[in-house]
C-alpha cells in the first residue's frame, strides 16, 4: 500500500511517480505518454491495460488515462501474483487498486502550487466540509490544472482534473 503521505513526500504528480519504489513495478511510458502504464512483475503494459486498475474496487479500464493524476488519491493498493485474482479476471502479475479521496466530516481546505523544470506550472485544490448543519450532506472538491513542456521540441502538456463527491 502506498498511502498519501508517502505520495506528498514523493511529491508524485502521477502514478508512475507514485509506484517508483514499490518493488517489481516499472513504467512502460516516458515524460512524451499520456497514460500512465506500469509493468508488474513482467506483466502488463498496453496489453493489459484494462486489467491492470481499480478505482475503489471496481474494474476502471480508464485506470491510467484517468487516475494519471494524484490530485484526488487517498492511497495506491498495489495487489500483485495470484493473490489478484480475487478482484475476477484480472492480469496475473497484480492489480493496482487507486482509492479515491473521500468527503470528511470536518472542514479542510489546501491549496498548492508547484513549478518546476521544463517550464512546469501546477495548481491544485481540496475542499471538503459538511454542505448542511447536521453533517448528513458532506462534500469534496478536488481539482489540479497542469502545464509544462518537455525535453522534446514542440511537445507541450495541458492536463486538467476536476473531481467534485458528495455524500448523503
Given at each position: 500500500?502506498?498511502?498519501?503521505?508517502?505520495?506528498?513526500?514523493?511529491?508524485?504528480?502521477?502514478?508512475?511517480?507514485?509506484l517508483r519504489n514499490s518493488p517489481g513495478i516499472v513504467p512502460v511510458n516516458s515524460a512524451r505518454t499520456n497514460f500512465t502504464?506500469?509493468?508488474?512483475?513482467?506483466?502488463?503494459?498496453?496489453?493489459?491495460?484494462?486489467?491492470?486498475?481499480?478505482?475503489?474496487?471496481?474494474?476502471?479500464?480508464?485506470?491510467?488515462?484517468?487516475?494519471?493524476?494524484?490530485?484526488?488519491?487517498?492511497?495506491?493498493?498495489?495487489?500483485?501474483?495470484?493473490?489478484?485474482?480475487?478482484?475476477?479476471?484480472?492480469?496475473?502479475?497484480?492489480?493496482?487498486?487507486?482509492?479515491?479521496?473521500?468527503p470528511l466530516s470536518e472542514p479542510f481546505y489546501e491549496l498548492g502550487l508547484t513549478a518546476g523544470n521544463y517550464y512546469l506550472?501546477?495548481?491544485?485544490?481540496?475542499?471538503?466540509?459538511?454542505?448542511?448543519?447536521?453533517?448528513?450532506?458532506?462534500?469534496?472538491?478536488?481539482?489540479?490544472?497542469?502545464?509544462?513542456?518537455?525535453?522534446?521540441?514542440?511537445?507541450?502538456?495541458?492536463?486538467?482534473?476536476?473531481?467534485?463527491?458528495?455524500?448523503?
Amino acid at each position: 500500500m502506498i498511502p498519501q503521505e508517502i505520495i506528498e513526500d514523493q511529491q508524485a504528480l502521477n502514478i508512475t511517480e507514485a509506484l517508483r519504489n514499490s518493488p517489481g513495478i516499472v513504467p512502460v511510458n516516458s515524460a512524451r505518454t499520456n497514460f500512465t502504464v506500469p509493468i508488474i512483475r513482467g506483466f502488463g503494459g498496453f496489453s493489459g491495460f484494462n486489467d491492470l486498475f481499480r478505482r475503489n474496487g471496481l474494474r476502471d479500464g480508464q485506470g491510467g488515462a484517468i487516475a494519471g493524476d494524484t490530485a484526488n488519491i487517498e492511497r495506491l493498493e498495489v495487489l500483485r501474483g495470484p493473490a489478484s485474482v480475487l478482484y475476477g479476471a484480472g492480469s496475473p502479475a497484480g492489480v493496482i487498486n487507486v482509492v479515491t479521496k473521500q468527503p470528511l466530516s470536518e472542514p479542510f481546505y489546501e491549496l498548492g502550487l508547484t513549478a518546476g523544470n521544463y517550464y512546469l506550472y501546477r495548481g491544485t485544490v481540496d475542499l471538503t466540509g459538511p454542505l448542511d448543519d447536521a453533517g448528513n450532506l458532506l462534500y469534496r472538491f478536488n481539482a489540479a490544472a497542469e502545464t509544462s513542456e518537455s525535453f522534446v521540441d514542440f511537445y507541450d502538456r495541458d492536463r486538467y482534473l476536476i473531481n467534485p463527491v458528495i455524500t448523503w
